[in-house]
C-alpha cells in the first residue's frame, strides 16, 4: 500500500499528539462541559484514521495489535458495567461515589466531582475509540477490490 | 433485594469479558458463553418464581424508586409483570439450548468469539425489552436485540446468501426501527413523559391524534419485526441463512419478543386510554387473517428445508397475532381472555417446538450438507434419533393432541371460533396448510433412503442434548395442557389486562 508525501507525513506528526490530547480533555470534561465519552471517543478515533491514512496500511499493521485492541474494548465495557454495579445494594446505577463515596465527590463543577461519572466517559471513551479503530482497520485491511 | 438486574448484568459482563476470555486459546469461549447463559437461566427462573410469588417488580434504575422530588417517575423502571416473566423464562431456557448446541454445531467456523459475544448480546436485547417499563429504553434494547441478529444473520459472510440476507434484513429492519423510533419522539414531544405507565395516565387525561399516529407507527415498526404477513420477506430469507442455532433464536424468540410482546405491551400498557379497541384490534385481526394464509400456504410449496420452517414461523405468528387481536377487540369478556391466554401460551409453545424444528433441521444440515429436501429421502434409517426429534416437533406445531402445540391452539381456535366464525374457519384453513406441509416433509424423513442419506449418522451428544431437552419440554408440557393454561397463561392475559395494576404498581410507591 502506498502512502502519503513527506508534507502529509510531518503534518500527521505535528497534529496526531494535539488531537489525541483534545479528545483526552473532551473525555476527562464530560461531566463539566459539552461532550463526553462517545464524543472524545470519536475524537481520539481521528488520531487512528489520521495515522493509517498518513503512514499507510503496512505500517499501521506493525503497530496495532488486534487482540490487544478487542480486549481494551472489553475492558471499557466492564469498567462501565462495574461502576454501574458499584451502588447494587440500593440499585443498578446507584451514583454511590457521589452520595457516599470516598472519590469524586468534590464540589459540582470540578474535575473530580459528579460520582461516576467521569469514569464511565473513560469507560466509553476507550470503548469507542478502540472499537472504531479496530473497525475501521479492519475494513482497511479487507481482502482486495476484484474477487 | 431482587433478580431483576442480574438478568441484565450477567449477560452483559459475559459479553464485555468474551474478547479478554477468548484470549486464553482453546476452548475456553464456549465454556464461558455457555456458564453465562445457564447462570442468566438461573436467574431468568428466579425472576420468575419472583413475579408468581410477589406479583409485579417494579425496578428503578439508579435509585430505590422512580420518583425524585417530582411525584412523576423520572428515571428509568423496569416493570416485570406476569406475561414479562413468562418472556423472560423461555428467552433465558430458549438462549442457553442454542449456545449449549452452538458448541459443536459453529465448531468448524472462525470468529467464534464474535459468535457468542453477539448470541449473548441477543439475549440480553431480548431480556431487556421483557423487563423494560421505560420506552425509550424499550427502543434501545429493541436495537440492540436487532443489531445483534442482523450481525448473526449474516455471520457466515463467505457464503452469498448470508450477506443478501443480512443486507436485506438490515436495510428494511433499521426503516422499522426508525418508525418506532418516530413514534417514541411524538409521544415524547405530546406528553413529555417516557415511562410506559405514566404515559398510559398522561394520555387518559388528554387523548390526541398524535397518540394515534404514534400508536400507526409503533404498529407499523412491530409487525415488521414479527414478520407479520405484507413484511415476511426478511424472515424467509433471514431464517434459512443464518446458522441453525441462530435460526431458532430468531424464529422462537426474537420474532416474539420484538414483535407480538412488544405490541402486546405496546397497545395494552400503554394506548389503551387512547385508542378504540375494536378498531386497533380488527387491524391486528386482518394481518393475523392474511399472515396465516400467506406463511402456511406458502410452507407447503417449499423445497429447502430451514425456508419451510421459516414460512411456518409467519404462519403460527398468524395465529398468535390472531389471538392477541381478537385479545384487544373482546377486552374484558371471557372469549378475549381465551384469546390472549391462547396466544401467549401459543407464544412459549412455539418457541420450544421451532427452536426444536431449527436445531433438528441444522442437524441434517450440518451431517449432509444440504437443506433441500428432495435429497433427503429416507433419513429415518440412518438419523432415527433426530428423525423422532422432528416427528415430535412437527406433530407439536401442527397440533396434536398429547403434545403441547394441541392446547395453546385449542384455546385460539375456539376463542375465535366464538368471536367469529369466519376467524374460525381462517385459523382451520391455516392448519390444514401447516398440516400439509409437515406431512410431507416426514413422507420424505421416511421414505427410501437415497444415495445421498446412507452415509450419514446421528449428530455427537452435546448436539443432540438440547434437541432432546426440548422434546422432554414439549412433552411435558403437553401432558399438562389445562393445567397450565390455567396457572400460568389466564393470569398473564389477565395482568396483561390489568391496565391499572399495571399503573398503580408503578405509581404507587410514590
Known amino acids: 500500500m502506498s502512502d502519503m508525501g513527506v508534507i502529509v507525513k510531518t503534518n500527521a506528526r505535528a497534529l496526531i499528539p494535539l488531537i489525541g490530547i483534545f479528545g483526552c480533555y473532551i473525555v476527562l470534561h464530560g461531566h463539566l462541559t459539552p461532550g463526553g465519552g462517545f464524543q472524545g471517543g470519536a475524537t481520539i478515533v481521528g488520531t487512528g484514521l489520521l495515522f493509517l491514512i498518513a503512514f ?21 465495557g466492564l469498567v462501565f458495567l462495574g461502576v454501574a454495579m458499584l451502588g447494587l445494594s440500593v440499585a443498578f446505577f446507584y451514583n454511590v461515589l457521589w452520595h457516599k463515596g470516598p472519590l469524586f465527590n468534590g464540589k459540582p463543577g470540578t474535575l473530580l466531582s459528579a460520582g461516576f461519572l ?17 473497525a475501521v482497520f479492519a475494513l482497511s485491511l479487507f481482502r482486495r477490490w476484484k474477487g | 433485594m431482587t433478580w431483576l438486574p442480574f438478568i441484565i448484568i450477567i449477560p452483559l459482563f459475559g459479553a464485555f469479558s468474551m474478547p479478554i476470555v477468548s484470549l486464553l486459546k482453546g476452548k475456553a469461549k464456549e465454556i464461558w458463553a455457555t456458564i453465562i447463559s445457564f447462570a442468566t437461566l438461573i436467574v431468568g427462573i428466579e425472576v420468575f418464581r419472583e413475579v408468581w410469588s410477589g406479583g409485579t417488580i417494579v425496578y428503578a434504575l439508579g435509585s430505590e424508586t422512580p420518583f425524585g422530588k417530582a411525584d412523576f417517575p423520572i428515571r428509568i423502571v423496569w416493570e416485570v409483570d406476569k406475561f414479562g416473566a413468562i418472556m423472560v423464562l423461555i428467552i433465558t431456557f430458549v438462549s442457553f439450548l442454542a449456545i449449549l448446541y452452538s458448541l459443536e454445531y459453529m465448531k468448524h467456523d472462525t470468529g467464534l ?71 417514541i419522539a411524538l409521544l415524547y414531544g405530546q406528553y413529555g413523559t417516557l415511562t410506559m405507565g405514566y404515559l398510559a395516565v398522561k394520555m387518559s387525561e388528554n387523548p390526541t391524534i398524535v397518540a394515534k399516529i404514534a400508536l400507526a407507527l409503533f404498529l407499523g415498526g412491530l409487525l415488521f419485526k414479527s414478520g407479520a404477513a405484507p413484511v415476511h420477506m426478511w424472515l424467509a430469507d433471514a431464517h434459512p441463512a443464518a446458522p441453525s442455532s441462530i435460526s431458532a433464536m430468531l424464529s422462537g424468540l426474537v420474532i416474539k419478543i420484538g414483535g407480538i410482546y412488544a ?15 375494536a378498531t386497533v384490534g380488527w387491524i391486528i385481526i386482518i394481518f393475523a387473517c392474511i399472515t396465516l394464509i ?59 417446538m421451532k427452536a426444536l424444528l431449527f436445531l433438528v433441521a441444522g442437524v441434517v444440515l450440518h451431517e449432509l450438507g444440504t437443506r433441500n429436501l428432495n435429497e433427503l429421502s429416507g433419513l429415518a434409517k440412518t438419523m432415527p434419533k433426530t428423525t423422532f426429534a422432528f416427528l415430535i416437533g412437527a406433530a407439536a406445531i401442527v397440533g396434536m393432541p398429547p403434545l403441547n402445540g394441541f392446547a395453546s391452539k385449542w384455546l385460539i ?95 404507587g410507591g410514590g
Open chain 1, 56 to 76: 499507510g496500511v503496512d505500517e499501521a499493521k506493525k503497530r496495532i495489535n488486534k487482540d490487544l485492541y478487542s480486549a481494551l474494548e472489553g475492558v471499557g
Open chain 1, 118 to 134: 467521569p469514569i464511565m466517559n473513560l469507560g466509553v471513551g476507550l470503548k469507542v475509540f478502540t472499537g472504531l479503530v479496530s
Open chain 2, 113 to 183: 468469539e464474535k459468535y457468542y459475544t453477539l448470541i449473548l448480546i441477543l439475549e440480553l436485547g431480548m431480556l431487556g425489552i421483557a423487563i423494560t417499563g421505560d420506552i425509550f429504553n424499550f427502543y434501545v434494547f429493541l436495537e440492540i436485540m436487532s443489531i445483534a441478529s442482523y450481525a448473526l444473520v449474516a455471520f457466515r459472510h463467505d457464503t452469498w446468501e448470508g450477506i443478501e440476507a443480512g443486507i436485506k434484513y438490515m436495510f428494511v429492519g433499521s426503516l422499522a426501527s426508525s418508525f418506532v423510533l418516530l413514534g
Open chain 2, 263 to 277: 405490541i402486546a405491551r405496546v397497545v395494552f400498557s400503554i394506548f389503551w386510554p387512547a385508542i378504540n379497541p
Open chain 2, 294 to 352: 400467506v406463511g402456511n400456504a406458502m410452507a407447503v410449496v417449499q423445497e429447502d428445508m430451514k425456508r419451510l420452517l421459516a414460512y411456518s414461523s409467519v404462519g403460527q405468528i398468524g395465529y398468535i397475532l390472531l389471538g392477541l387481536g381478537i385479545g384487544i377487540v373482546a377486552y374484558g369478556s371471557k372469549v378475549g381472555e381465551i384469546a390472549l391466554a391462547g396466544a401467549i401460551y401459543h407464544t412459549v409453545n412455539h418457541a420450544l
Open chain 2, 413 to 507: 381456535y375456539e376463542s375465535s371460533a366464538l368471536f367469529n366464525p369466519l376467524l374460525g374457519a381462517i385459523a382451520i384453513i391455516g392448519t390444514a396448510f401447516c398440516t400439509a406441509a409437515y406431512v410431507r416433509v416426514l413422507f420424505t424423513f421416511f421414505g427410501r433412503p437415497s444415495e445421498k442419506v446412507m452415509k450419514a449418522k446421528d449428530p455427537g451428544a452435546t448436539m443432540l442434548l438440547p434437541i432432546f431437552i426440548l422434546v422432554i419440554a414439549i412433552i411435558g408440557m403437553g401432558l399438562f395442557p389445562w393445567q397450565i393454561s390455567d396457572k400460568f397463561m389466564v393470569p398473564a392475559a389477565k395482568s396483561l389486562w390489568d391496565i391499572m395494576g399495571y399503573v398503580i404498581s408503578l405509581m
